[in-house]
């Protein structure tokens, strides 16, 4: 999705759009800042943002020195021979360490890992959010291809799923940047080995692709997502035109590999092959736009889709059929990605510092624009507009549920008490975690819990039936959640006067 040399990855837009007729309008910035299964899968543009985001992260930078550092001490040790025996020519070694070094250090969550750990999403509130139409598009993709994978015998943990959906629920999948990755390892500090983080697919690929930013430009000429709901998987090629596959952290295809694999273990039929790792693949997602293989439309410019499908043939060796399909329908033109300049420009950059000054120092002063919809998913309270952020964290299953069993202002504020740790998991009080990582996380600043405190109070007043204006004011030195009669003070934890002075930010829909 993230290239270097002529990159394509998706579009993303933060104009207002109607989703499904007679669903609200949503802004596609508040869906960037902490998307669910179905949020990226009605706005593939939300991956983007992530990917961009995870380039401000000092602890990714950290990471893919460690990669450029086993690449440099490996051909030292081997000049002229690749990094690992036996190892594919025509995959750059810093792509190979990038997948082994995720691939060690990364647990990816089952489907039973992501309800223990992140709970459930209620279908019913998906389908008001999202659209019905909308959410059972992505449910349908995905039990086919639970059905495909059970009667090719490769299906694991289906059942969980398929108990959650006859409950109208589904495993609360949440994408995220690399430093909420990290901070989610804090849920298994118990275990004697703690992984780096927990990911889910997609996360993998946005850190595939942020780590392929950050290495020389000529290692990458392009990068494209190849996905359905079900799953994500990264494809690209080098300047040479040879490609690639990221088809999860722990595979990565080179050409040779693949059709090695297709004649030692399917007997030549690429097709079956591919079906077994992505049945039932529903677009393809570049900077440039994506393309859906189901409507037909498509932002990516043809040139670009016509190389895209070229280096397709070329590695899977057939015109796989679900690409061939939605090539034969007509195909209709959507906007330009808002990202691709951007991306363009940072490829192969060289620093953190050289990021933060195309995307801080230039931000500029657009609501609407690139720069901005990248600082929201990187949670930064820098933005213009902070209000997406209370937007995204009404979404959380965890405040909806314990909201709803709330009686009284005492019993949100001792759930907020209840937060054992008073740290951001960011490090920092200018990043602002969504509610429901600082319940699962059981840390949170005092903005965090604010945050928490106030979506809190606003689901229990919609149980009472009796609608509550809360806001929240955040201060230099303290953080307020505030009622038509009341005003709590987090560091405190006690009523006080409503602060006439200092507020920074205000977070309210009124």
């Known amino acids: 999705m993230v290239p ?27 869906d960037v800042v902490s998307p669910n299964i179905f949020d990226a899968h009605v706005h593939p543009d939300i991956i983007l943002p992530l990917v961009l985001a995870n380039l401000l992260s000092s602890q990714l930078w950290d990471f893919s020195a460690r990669i450029t550092q086993r690449v440099a001490l490996a051909t030292a040790q081997k000049p002229g021979i690749p990094s690992e ?7 750059a070694p810093e792509l190979r360490q990038a997948q082994q070094q995720i691939n060690r250090h990364f647990e990816h969550l089952t489907h039973e890992r992501v309800i223990e750990t992140n709970g459930q999403l209620h279908l019913a509130d998906e389908n008001t959010r999202l659209g019905q139409k909308n959410v059972k598009a992505a449910l349908d993709n995905i039990a086919a291809s639970f059905e495909w994978r059970e009667s090719r015998g490769t299906a694991r943990g289906t059942d969980s799923i398929k108990q959650c959906i006859e409950e ?25 080995n703690v992984p780096m983080g927990l990911t889910s697919c997609l996360d993998e690929v946005a850190i595939f692709a942020a780590l392929v930013m950050t290495l020389p430009a000529q290692t990458v000429d392009t ?29 990565l295809f080179s050409c040779a590999e693949w059709h090695a694999r297709v004649a030692d273990q399917y007997q030549g039929d690429a097709q079956l092959s591919f079906e077994d790792c992505l049945p039932f693949a529903d ?12 409507t037909g439309q498509s932002s990516i410019p043809e040139d670009s889709l016509a190389q895209i499908v070229k280096m397709l043939d070329t590695f899977f060796g057939i015109r796989l059929s679900q690409l061939d399909q939605a090539l034969q329908q007509p195909r209709s033109t959507g906007s330009p990605s808002i990202f691709a300049p951007m991306f363009r420009e940072l490829l192969g950059v060289e620093s953190i510092e050289r990021v933060r000054e195309r995307m801080i120092d230039r931000s500029g002063q657009n609501n ?9 998913s990187y949670r930064s309270l820098s933005v213009i507009d902070p209000q ?17 069993t709330l009686g009284s202002l005492e019993q949100a504020i001792s759930v907020v008490q209840s937060v054992t740790d008073h740290e951001s998991i960011f490090g920092d009080r200018t990043r602002l975690a969504m509610p429901e990582e600082t319940l699962r996380l059981d840390t949170g600043s005092d903005r965090d819990r604010a945050l928490l405190l106030h979506v809190l109070l606003e689901y229990m007043s919609e149980q009472q039936q009796h609608p509550l204006a809360v806001e929240t004011l955040f201060t230099e030195t303290d953080s307020f959640v505030c009622g038509p009669d009341f005003c709590i003070s987090i560091m405190q934890m006690a009523p006080v ?14």
């Open 4 to 30: 270097t040399g002529r990159m394509s990855c998706l579009p993303c837009s933060t104009q207002r759009l109607q989703i499904e007729a007679g669903t609200p309008d949503m802004k596609i910035s508040s």
């Open 85 to 91: 025996p036996g190892q594919a020519q025509d995959i």
């Open 168 to 192: 109208g629920k589904f495993p609360a999948y949440f994408y995220a940047t690399f430093d909420v990755i990290r901070a989610n390892r804090r849920g298994v500090r118990h275990r004697k």
């Open 223 to 251: 990068v494209v997502i190849l996905a359905s709901p079900a799953h994500y998987t990264a494809f690209g090629w080098n300047s040479a035109g040879q490609p690639w596959w990221f088809y999860g952290k722990n595979a």
């Open 283 to 294: 677009r393809i997602i570049s900077i440039n736009g994506t393309f859906d293989f189901l």
């Open 368 to 376: 609407d624009s690139a720069e901005q919809t990248v600082l929201l």
């Open 388 to 404: 997406p952020f209370l937007l995204a964290a009404r979404n959380s299953p965890s405040c909806r549920r314990i909201g709803k």
């Open 497 to 510: 006067q409503r602060p006439a002075d200092g507020i920074v930010i205000r977070l309210a829909d009124w």
